[in-house]
């Protein structure tokens, strides 16, 4: 019966089309959430292309990580508001996998890309006197463009094998972007091996950079406390807890979610672990990382005063 019917040339996004009445509230919430994070993560990219004492490795690996939140708050949230203007949004086969194909690619840079800044930041704490020789430019340059270039790769890979799967109907996707696993279950064929494979990648993709993260963040407590400075102690735990908890809620639903492919979840649950690691993270990484930062802050008054003498002149 399913390989008499006709193949699907478009979805349906249903969004949070089971809650009517909270449309429009939504609406709003998530258009200040998406102009805030695109604002604040501008902010970050254009202080650190401007100012040189700046284009240091962690800088430059908070630059990109904006880039990423950025890029990857763009391909979601546009569509979202969209859904929540209306009561059914369609969206073509060929525009529902290019969403997912950069989905996977921004979110798994993002993936290798907060790793190699912990590492960064490990090596800065508890081996400050060698720093300068472990992440040298050329260390620097292969790790950024490794988490790149792997983002990449696994976007390709899982997007061409979910779009090469049959889709013979329904075409309703329950939920607020073309995620792989929303996708998956509109597959009209035996999806087993991919959820093999999405399984394994996720344990690599998301499961050992998280691992090595809170490795890291292990040893750098234990340098924090030998510090003799009580006030240093307790403004370096401040701040590891705040990226802890940006690192756990991003790798903790997204793996979640990508674990198990066709998990036991709600459609609304699986909606809620979405936007916490493509609303919440993007919105969160620039103040956790960067607004916090007291160079960061000097940076940008030193522009602020530069722009306003501009004005005065």
Same mark, same amino acid.
């Given at each position: 019966?399913?390989?008499?019917?006709?193949?699907?040339?478009?979805?349906?996004?249903?969004?949070?089309?089971?809650?009517?009445?909270?449309?429009?509230?939504?609406?709003?919430?998530?258009? =200040?959430? +998406?102009?805030?994070?695109?604002?604040?993560? =501008?902010?970050?990219?254009?202080?650190?292309?401007?100012? *040189?004492?700046?284009?240091?490795?962690?800088?430059?690996?908070?630059? /990109?990580?904006?880039?990423?939140?950025?890029?990857?708050? &763009?391909?979601?949230?546009?569509?979202?508001?969209?859904? %929540?203007?209306?009561?059914?949004?369609?969206?073509?086969?060929?525009?529902?996998? &290019?969403?997912?194909?950069?989905?996977?690619?921004?979110?798994?840079?993002?993936?290798?890309?907060?790793? =190699?800044?912990? +590492?960064?930041?490990?090596?800065?704490?508890?081996?400050?006197?060698?720093?300068?020789?472990?992440? /040298?430019?050329?260390?620097?340059?292969?790790?950024?463009?490794?988490?790149?270039?792997?983002?990449?790769?696994?976007? @390709?890979? *899982?997007?061409?094998?979910?779009?090469?799967?049959?889709?013979?109907?329904?075409?309703?996707?329950?939920?607020?972007?073309?995620?792989?696993? &929303?996708?998956?279950?509109?597959?009209? =064929?035996?999806?087993?091996?991919?959820?093999?494979? &999405?399984? @394994?990648?996720?344990?690599?993709?998301?499961?050992?950079?998280?691992?090595?993260?809170?490795?890291?963040?292990?040893?750098?407590?234990?340098?924090?406390?030998?510090?003799?400075?009580?006030?240093?102690?307790?403004?370096?735990?401040?701040?590891?807890?705040?990226?802890?908890?940006?690192?756990?809620?991003?790798?903790?639903?997204?793996?979640?979610?990508?674990?198990?492919?066709?998990?036991?979840?709600?459609?609304?649950?699986?909606?809620?672990?979405?936007?916490?690691?493509?609303?919440?993270?993007? %919105?969160?990484?620039?103040?956790?990382?960067?607004? $916090?930062?007291?160079?960061?802050? $000097?940076?940008?008054?030193?522009?602020? $005063?530069?722009?306003?003498?501009?004005? @005065?002149?």
């Amino acid at each position: 019966k399913r390989q008499n019917q006709s193949s699907v040339v478009e979805f349906i996004l249903l969004g949070f089309s089971n809650f009517p009445e909270l449309q429009e509230q939504l609406f709003g919430v998530f258009l =200040a959430v +998406y102009l805030v994070t695109l604002m604040g993560n =501008a902010i970050i990219i254009v202080i650190i292309a401007l100012e *040189q004492t700046l284009h240091v490795p962690m800088y430059l690996f908070l630059q /990109n990580l904006s880039v990423v939140d950025m890029s990857f708050s &763009a391909v979601i949230m546009p569509e979202m508001l969209v859904v %929540l203007t209306r009561e059914k949004t369609s969206i073509s086969f060929v525009s529902c996998f &290019a969403q997912m194909y950069f989905i996977l690619f921004f979110g798994g840079t993002e993936c290798f890309l907060l790793g =190699a800044m912990a +590492y960064d930041r490990f090596a800065a704490i508890c081996h400050p006197l060698s720093y300068p020789m472990i992440m /040298n430019k050329r260390v620097f340059m292969k790790l950024l463009i490794t988490s790149w270039a792997l983002g990449f790769m696994l976007g @390709t890979v *899982q997007t061409s094998w979910v779009s090469s799967f049959p889709f013979c109907g329904p075409n309703e996707i329950n939920h607020i972007s073309c995620e792989t696993p &929303a996708v998956l279950e509109l597959a009209c =064929a035996d999806t087993f091996l991919f959820e093999i494979y &999405a399984f @394994t990648g996720t344990i690599l993709i998301i499961m050992v950079p998280f691992v090595l993260i809170l490795l890291s963040y292990i040893w750098i407590l234990f340098a924090i406390l030998r510090m003799p400075s009580a006030t240093g102690r307790q403004k370096a735990f401040s701040t590891c807890a705040s990226h802890l908890t940006s690192v756990t809620l991003f790798y903790g639903t997204a793996s979640m979610t990508y674990l198990q492919p066709k998990s036991g979840y709600s459609p609304e649950t699986k909606k809620l672990m979405s936007l916490s690691y493509s609303l919440l993270t993007p %919105l969160l990484n620039p103040l956790i990382y960067s607004f $916090r930062n007291s160079e960061m802050k $000097r940076a940008l008054m030193k522009l602020w $005063r530069r722009r306003v003498d501009l004005h @005065t002149f």
